[in-house]
Structures are given as C-alpha cells and as structure tokens.
C-alpha cells in the first residue's frame, strides 16, 4: 500500500503546486504553497518503512494541507473577503445590536453585504468579542464545527464500523483524511463558511437512520441539525425539504411533524428576532444581493450557464431568475418517487443543489463541494445505494425489516 498512497500524496502535492502558480487570489497562493510541501512530506513518509507510516504520512496532510496555511492566514488576518464579512457582521451585532446593513447605507460597496442568514454570525463572535487572532479567527470555529459534526455523522450512519476502522476511532480518522484533502482543506484554510454548513447537513442525513440501534433516534434530533444548518445559509433549505418528504413517506406525518416543529423552532429562534427587527435589510441582504437585484453584484461570477446568461443583459438576468424559480419543479419528483432513506434523500439533494449552482446567476466552481461532500459522506459510510437503510450491515434480518417499516403516526 505505500505505492498508491505514495502517489495519491504526490497527486495532491502537484495540485496545490497548481494553485501556487495559477491562482490571482493571494490566499489561494499561500494555501498552495504550503499545501504542496506538506502533502509532499506525506508521500515521503508513506514511503518510509516504519509501522507508523500511515499516521505520520495523515499527520503531515493535516499540518501542511490545512493546520499551517489556516493557523498563518488566520494569525495574518488574510482571507477571502467572506470571512471578513462574518466578522463585520459580527462586531455589528456586538457594537450595535444588529447583523445587516441597509441597502441605502451599503449602495455600491459589495463586501458590506452579508448573503448569510444569522446564525453564521455566531462564528464571527470570538473575534468581535476577543479580538483579532488565530484563534479567534471565524474559519477555525467553522473547522472545528465542520469536524465535529461530520465524525458524528459518520459513527451516525455505522461508517466506522466496517473494515478499516472501528467505533470512534475509525470515524475519526476518516474525518481527518477527508479534512486533509483539498476538498475541505484548501476552501476552510481561505474562507470556510461552507464547511460548518455541510456538516450539519450530513449530520441531519445521517440521523435519518441508525440501523445498529432496535429504536432510531427521533426525528427532531435531524430537525435541529438540520434547522441549525438552515440557520446558517440558504443552500441547507432544499435538505430540510427533502428529509421531511423523507420522514413523511418513510415514518408518517407524525415523524415529519417531529422533524418540521424541531427544524422550525430553530430557525425561529435563531433567525426569526432579526426577521421582526431587520425584515428589509435582511431580504436585501441573502436574497436580493445573492440574486443580483441590488446595485453591487455578488463577486461569484464562475463561469456557469446560469451566470453566462444572466451576464447578456437586464432581460436576460430577468429570465434566469424566473428559470432558477421554475427549476423548483424538481420537488414534482419528490412527490411522485419520495426518498425513503439517507442514500435516496442525500442523491436528491445532490441533483438540487447542483441544479440550483448551474442556474444561480451569481455562482461559483466551489459551491459543488456540497454535492461531491455529500458523495463523500456516503461512500465513507457505506451506505448501499439501492437498498434499505434498514439492513445496513444489520446481522439481524428480522429487526431490520422491524426498523425499516413505516410507522405510521
């Protein structure tokens, strides 16, 4: 196995040599660097012949590709302008007791607009309380959210208990392998206001089903992480959609209404103050500056069907807003063919977003690291497309069907 390890290392070490050399962002060059280094040391040490070749080669990924340029741009105070927007907004909910600015106030000026909902605000409240600092940084709370969330989801959804790893342990360490990776290291290292986003939302999947346990956990328990993520940003609605057509079809409307009531006590309490004190600063904010109807255009411009259309004109913008409300049609699937498990509910929501990034006439290449995450989750927790969640490495046939029944209620 040191070989392909060995490879794997070096093929993420020439990808962040890419980023060094390419990218015009000068986070993205710092990131590159040192990740290029660190995952070089990573494939020497697979190569090493020791016992713990393995663990030292994880220890390197983790401390070049993520530990080192995060803890440097962090301590610098350098970062994409969306950290530093969770931290202005931030500091306003501390000096002034409000998140948002109006639209009036902000005019022009595009990184005063905050397309976050409340709840990421809470990421920047270190820094705003305590200062500027590594510690304090809004990225690092993001990562240790991150982390947290998608080990749980892992153990969750039994990932650690096939070969390769087992309890807690094996959970962990594959938490670390994927943080390590450019896929989550390298946008966490530069803004990482996603990564706390889809933890959650693996974690909610995740508690769609335990098929180690006689009895699942209640629906409410996805309800909160689901409710919390929806707290955070728009991109976690279409799942809190989809898991209540989960639990509706699956459960019954008594399970669904678990969930609903759980996921809606959150967002009420977390987003439903600013709703009654700033209902127009918020709705200019993360919805209409995301969607390109203010006087500043949102920086996410990648170069997607969705932006290239909207970029012909004024008609055209027009059109792929109304394109992007008409692409809702898809819940129609969720109507006539409703997932019944984490692995359908989870393929849905990749087929959403992905949608709804392709056609967003402010968009960005990174937004798909919610889908291919997702898939990550998935394959890491070994969930069998195509069968029920029920019989998951269940030795117990019987109890598996039990727990795979709809319970009406």
């Known amino acids: 196995m040191r070989i392909p390890a060995a490879l794997a290392y070096g093929t993420l070490s020439l ?12 986070p993205h060059r710092l990131w590159g660097a040192r990740a290029a280094a660190g995952y070089g040391c ?15 080669a994880l220890i390197a990924a983790v401390a070049g590709g993520l530990l080192v340029p995060l803890c440097w741009l962090a301590a610098a105070g350098r970062g994409m302008p969306e950290v530093g927007v969770v931290a202005h907004s931030a500091q306003l ?7 948002y600015q109006s639209a009036a106030v902000l005019g022009s000026h595009v990184n005063g607009y905050n397309p976050y909902l409340p709840g990421m605000t809470l990421f920047g409240l270190p820094q705003a309380l305590f200062g500027r600092g590594a510690a304090t940084d809004p990225r690092v709370w ?9 080990a749980a989801a892992l153990r969750i959804a039994g990932g650690a208990g096939g070969a390769g790893g087992a309890g807690g342990t094996g959970s962990v360490r594959r938490t670390a392998v994927l943080t390590a990776s450019p896929l989550i290291a390298f946008p966490l290292a530069v803004s990482g206001n996603d990564l706390a986003v889809l933890g959650l939302i693996c974690l909610g999947l995740a508690l769609t089903t335990r098929p180690e346990l006689r009895r699942p956990p209640s629906p409410a328990w996805a309800g909160i992480a689901l409710g919390g993520a929806a707290a955070l940003k728009a991109t976690a609605w279409p799942a809190v959609l989809i898991v209540a057509v989960l639990f509706l079809a699956r459960d019954g409307r008594g399970a669904a209404a678990r969930f609903a009531a759980a996921a809606g006590a959150v967002l009420a309490m977390v987003v439903g103050p600013i709703l009654v004190i700033q209902p127009a ?13 203010t006087r500043a255009r ?26 992007l409300a008409a692409a809702v049609g898809l819940a129609v699937l969720l109507v006539v063919r409703p997932p019944r498990n984490a692995v359908s509910a989870a393929g849905y929501l990749a087929l959403a977003l992905t949608t709804l990034f392709v056609l967003a006439p402010a968009t960005r290449w990174g937004y798909f690291i919610y889908p291919v995450t997702i898939g990550c989750w998935l394959g890491m927790s070994r969930l069998v497309p195509g069968r029920l969640s029920g019989f998951h490495r269940d ?12 319970v009406r209620g």
Do not use: K, M
Not at 42 to 56: G, H, Q
Not at 298 to 317: E, Q, R
């Open 15 to 26: 990808f962040g040599l890419a980023v060094a050399l390419v990218s015009t962002q000068s």
């Open 42 to 56: 990573a494939a020497l040490a697979s190569l090493a012949r020791v016992r713990w070749r393995r663990e030292l």
């Open 93 to 99: 909910l501390v000096q002034h007791g409000r998140l």
């Open 142 to 150: 993001d990562g240790l959210a991150f982390v947290a969330a998608f």
């Open 281 to 293: 600063d918020l709705a200019v904010n993360t919805i209409g500056f995301p969607l390109g109807l």
């Open 298 to 323: 949102s920086p996410a411009a990648s170069p997607l069907p969705g932006h290239l259309i909207a970029a012909i004109g004024p008609a055209a913008h027009l059109a792929v807003v109304a394109l």
């Open 395 to 406: 030795p117990h046939p019987a109890r598996a069907l039990a727990e795979a029944t709809p």
